[in-house]
C-alpha cells in the first residue's frame, strides 16, 4: 500500500457522532513517552498559523492515564484534560507509546475503540501503533510502525498487516507512521487531507520541512533482528542467510535447511520478521551492496556478484527501487560527502559535486531538486569536502551519465526483475 495512499470511500464517508467536531484533534499522552514524539501532532496541531494560510485546529491535550506524566529527561508533565475529553474530537493521535512489551491501560483502549466506532480519525505515530493495535483498530489493516519494532508488531498482531516499509500508511479512518520524522509526514498528510496541498505545504515551510518525502523506511533498515527471533528454530536459517549473502540462493534453498516446505516457511518467517522472505533476503543483499560500495572500490559488476545478485542488472534494478539512485550514483554521492580528511584509497576517483538542498541537506520532493535520484541521506551539505576542479567533475558526471545509460539500455535488453521477484 503507498505511504500517501487515498482513504478508503467506506473510510471517507463516516460520519462524526454526538459532539464530536472535525477540527477537534486530541493527543493522548502517556508516562514513559518520549517528548520528541509526543511534541510532533503539538506542534502541528496545536499553534495558530492562519497568518500562513494554515487552517487552525482547536487542540486537546489528554492523559491516557493518571498523571504527572514521566517523560524524556525526568521532565514532568500535566495534561490539561483527561480521558473523557476524547468524546469531543474527530481526530484522536496516539504519538508514542513508552514499551512495545507492556499493554496499554484499559481506559484508554476502550475510549479509543468508542471514539473509532463514533467515526473519528485514530492516528498512531511510531510506537502508538500498538495501542491502536491493543484496541484491536488495526485487524485486517495495513499498517506500519518504526522499522525496528515492525517484526514484533507483526508477530504480536498476526492479524495486522505490517508493513515495515512506509513511512506512513492511510487507511481512512485508522493511520500509522514509522518512527519520529514520519509523524512529521503523516501530520502533514492529515493537513493536506483536511485542506488541500496549498494549506499542507505552506505548514511544511514554517516547520522548515519537506512537504512531501518521497521513498519509505527500506533505506534506513539494517542487519538488526527482532529480540523474539533468537528463541526461534528459524534463528539458525537467518544466522546462515545472513553469513551467506554473497553466495547465490533463493527462498527455496532457506525453507529446505528449516526443513519445511515453501509456503509453511513463508508464513513463519513473516510471523517473526513482519516480512516475506524474497523481500527480506533482497533488502539484505542491497544493504550488503550498499556497504561495499561505500567502503570498496569494487566495480557494480564485481559488487553484484559479492551480494549474491544473478547479474548487475538485478542490482541496479533493486537498489533503484529500495534508495532511489543507480550504484554508481550513489557512490559518488557517498563520497563526495565525506569530508577530505576522511577520505581513503577506495574514494580515489572524482566525485561529483552535490548541491546541498534547504535546511543543510533535508529532502526535497525529487521533481523540484537538482539531485533527483540520489538519496538524500547521501547529499552531501555545503561546504563539505567541495571539488574544485571543473575537469574532475564534468567527468565523473560523464561517468555517471554512462552508468545510467548502461542501466537503461540492460533493463530494456534483460528486462528488470519486478519488485517482489527474483534476484
Known sequence: ???????????????????????????????????????????????????????????????????????????????????????????????????????????????????????????????????????????????????????????????????????????????????????????????????????????????????????GQERYLDRSLPEEIGADPLAEVVAWALEHLHEQFDVETLAARAYMSRRTFDRRFRSLTGSAPLQWLITQRVLQAQRLLETSDYSVDEVAGRCGFRSPVALRGHFRRQLGSSPAAYRAAYRARRPQGERTTADSEPAAPVAAGPSGGAQVPGALHPEAGVPPQVRRTAGAGAVSSTASASASASALAAEHARDAYAGSRAGLPGPRSGM
Not at 33 to 38: A, C, D, L, T, W
Open 1 to 215: 500500500m503507498s505511504h500517501d495512499s487515498t482513504a478508503a470511500p467506506e473510510a471517507a464517508a463516516r460520519k462524526l457522532s454526538g459532539r464530536r467536531r472535525k477540527e477537534i484533534v486530541a493527543v493522548l499522552l502517556f508516562s514513559g513517552g518520549p517528548i520528541f514524539e509526543s511534541s510532533i501532532p503539538l506542534s502541528v496541531f496545536g499553534i495558530d498559523r492562519q497568518d500562513a494560510g494554515v487552517p487552525r485546529y482547536r487542540l486537546l491535550v489528554c492523559a491516557g492515564e493518571d498523571g504527572p506524566l514521566r517523560t524524556t529527561g525526568g521532565l514532568e508533565l500535566t495534561a490539561p484534560h483527561g480521558l473523557e475529553a476524547i468524546s469531543r474530537a474527530g481526530t484522536v493521535v496516539v504519538p508514542a507509546w513508552r514499551s512495545i512489551t507492556s499493554p496499554p491501560p484499559a481506559e484508554a483502549l476502550d475510549a479509543l475503540r468508542r471514539a473509532h466506532e463514533e467515526g473519528a480519525r485514530i492516528v498512531g505515530l511510531c510506537t502508538g501503533a500498538f495501542v491502536l493495535a491493543a484496541a484491536g483498530l488495526l485487524d485486517g489493516r495495513p499498517a506500519t510502525t518504526h522499522w525496528m519494532y515492525a517484526p514484533t508488531l507483526a508477530k504480536r498482531y498476526p492479524s495486522v498487516h505490517v508493513d515495515p516499509r512506509e513511512l506512513f500508511v492511510d487507511d481512512g479512518d485508522v493511520l500509522t507512521s514509522a518512527g519520529t520524522a514520519a509523524g512529521i509526514d503523516l501530520c502533514l498528510h492529515i493537513v493536506r487531507t483536511d485542506h488541500g496541498n496549498e494549506a499542507a505545504g505552506a505548514l511544511a515551510r514554517r516547520l522548515v520541512v519537506p512537504p512531501r518525502r518521497s521513498g
